[in-house]
């Protein structure tokens, strides 16, 4: 490995079936190596995956399968640019429908308690713009949202009436 950094993502014990939902979810994502427990551990039995090499939108990852002591929380999350609203649908719709959890303003969470934030360029370019007026409409909007509607945060921008679009 040649990497200057690798994230280290904790995992009770899915490891491999959420780096292989990743893989099959997020581009620019595949699994690399299992690596298995030579014999039985806290955390599990010899021949369980302990580790999973993989790669998440083009970031080195290493899941671990430590058990049960600590769990993520939304201090730490991945935020997924989208093009789309077909892009954000499929994503968000790809991890709530795998167990996962909706929140507030483009946030969800994967079945394994990884946070995403599933946003739309739309949003961030105005957001870093400058037009102040434009990024606060937005930004209300957006409040107002679960998964991201681009319609309406587009609506915003040009000061249209929020859902007229």
């Keep these: ?19 292989n939902f990743y893989a099959a979810t997020f ?4 699994v690399g190596a299992v690596h298995r427990a030579p014999s039985d551990n ?3 039995k010899q021949g369980d995956a302990l ?3 993989f790669t998440l939108l083009g970031f080195p990852c290493i899941g671990l399968n430590g058990g049960s002591a600590f769990k993520h929380s939304e201090a730490f999350s991945f935020q997924v640019h989208t093009d789309t609203q ?3 649908d499929r994503l968000w719709n790809a ?5 996962g959890q909706e929140s507030m303003c483009g ?15 739309a ?18 909007a957006m409040m107002t949202m679960k998964k991201i509607d681009v319609a309406t945060i587009e609506a915003a921008i040009r000061g249209e009436e929020v859902g007229a679009a």
Excluded: H
Excluded at 1 to 19: G, I, P, Q, R, V
Excluded at 107 to 121: F, L, V
């Design 27 to 30: 581009p620019d994502t595949k």
């Design 107 to 121: 946030w969800c969470k994967d079945k394994w308690g990884i946070s995403w934030q599933i946003t739309p360029r």
């Design 86 to 88: 077909e892009a954000t």
């Design 123 to 140: 949003l961030t370019d105005v957001m870093t713009s400058g037009d102040q007026a434009a990024a606060k409409r937005a930004f209300e």
């Design 51 to 53: 580790t999973v090499d």
């Design 95 to 99: 991890i709530v429908g795998n167990g």
């Design 1 to 19: 490995m040649s990497n200057k950094a690798t994230l280290c993502l904790w995992y009770d014990k899915d490891a491999e079936e959420a780096a």
């Design 42 to 44: 806290p955390s599990g």
